[in-house]
């Protein structure tokens, strides 16, 4: 059967990095409270000239430094973003040009925190069918842009950063490599509980983010684990067989409570919350890189990607490294 397997991956952060204490002398919070709260105790901030294009080009370059490739080995780009350098052209076309590719497809999708599992489902199925052979799947944020700065109930969650997966169509046994089964869900019902109080056809400004976060936090818990119970159903699995799970980092506490309701333990769980923050689009699959440099994801490994966003929108991945 044709999958895509992973074969690369790569991730990029803004060169400084902001620690809690830091963090506390411009806004009216502790480091106690996001500890407690969040488990975050660190985030990256882009700094001028570090953009969601420059990050999401670094992590696509180390992914195809990863995968032993170069850009003319690829004929698809999707890229997960809520924070664009420009309204347009999409970045994913400037990371192309930046990579020295022309003549292939390459655009950015839009699902917030969930926007990477939304662009590794579309290059999954484009590459299932024949549309392309190779994709390179990033995801990469500067929230810090979008941020309302004097508003300590969202600014101390987020930090930046780009992940970036290079995935190949390859005939493989069924239990060989790839992604096996993804599911993708959205509610628009809940739009006014994760949100940007902006944008190009409402306001004309790019806005800030907005947050009931407790409602945010029930909904996360709740679609996580149906999610996670319909892709392991789909692909005839049980939370016992899973190697790995590489969550989307909002929050230790979402983390700790959605593994609870599996039944899955925490030392299966990959968290990078503590040092990234949230990077939105960007924190799984920086996340899995982090995990596959220490040595934790192994080739031949079960593993299964989740996120949940804005909209809401919410998905998961489960494949075998
Ligand atoms: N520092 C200090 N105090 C704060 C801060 C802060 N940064 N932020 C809020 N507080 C105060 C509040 O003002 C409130 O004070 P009060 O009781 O005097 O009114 C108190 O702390 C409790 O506030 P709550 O909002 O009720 O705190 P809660 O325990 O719900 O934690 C949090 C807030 C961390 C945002 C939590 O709701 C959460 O994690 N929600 C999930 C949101 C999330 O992760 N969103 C990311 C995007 S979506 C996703 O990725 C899944």
Redo the contacts with the bound molecule.
């Keep these: 059967m044709i999958r895509s397997v992973l074969i690369g991956t790569g991730s990029a952060l803004p060169s400084d990095c902001v620690s809690n204490d830091e963090l506390a002398k411009r ?4 480091d106690e ?2 500890r407690e ?2 488990g975050i105790t660190q985030r990256y901030i882009a700094a001028e000239g570090e953009t969601t294009g420059t990050l999401a080009t670094a992590a696509a370059q180390a992914a195809l430094d990863d995968a032993g490739l170069s850009i003319a080995d690829i004929d698809l780009i999707v890229l997960a973003t809520a924070t664009p350098d420009n309204t347009f052209p999409a970045t994913a076309t400037k990371v192309q040009h930046q990579l020295g590719g022309k003549d292939f497809p390459a655009f950015d999708v839009a699902a917030v ?1 969930s926007g990477f599992l939304y662009a590794l489902s579309t290059a999954d199925a484009m590459l299932r069918t024949g549309m392309a052979t190779r994709a390179i799947v990033i995801g990469a944020e500067t929230f810090s842009r979008i941020l309302d700065w004097e508003d ?2 969202t600014c ?2 987020f930090g930046d950063g780009a992940g970036a997966f290079v995935i190949e169509a390859q005939d493989v046994a069924a239990d060989g490599p790839g992604i096996i089964a993804s599911r993708l869900h959205a509610d628009g019902e809940h739009g006014d509980m ?1 949100y940007v109080d902006g944008g190009p056809s409402t306001t004309g400004e790019v806005g800030k983010v907005r ?1 009931k ?2 409602e ?2 029930r909904h ?1 818990v709740t679609n996580l684990s149906s999610v996670l119970g319909e892709v392991l159903a789909e692909a005839g699995c049980q939370p016992g067989d899973i190697d790995w799970v590489v969550p ?1 980092q ?2 230790f ?2 983390l700790d409570a959605t593994a609870r309701k599996l039944g899955l333990p925490m030392d299966k769980v990959v968290v990078t919350v503590d040092r990234h923050a ?1 990077t939105s689009a960007a924190s799984v699959p920086l996340a899995f890189d982090v995990a596959k440099k220490d040595g934790r994801i192994q080739k031949g490994d079960l593993v299964m990607l989740e996120a ?3 909209g809401f929108t919410w998905g998961a991945s489960l494949l075998r490294a």
Aim: overall charge positive; hydrophobic content about 45%.
């Design positions: 806004v009216d919070t502790s409270w996001i709260r969040t925190c300590r109930t101390v969650l994760l947050m976060g407790r945010v936090f996360a989307h909002a929050n506490r979402i949230n949940m966003g804005g």
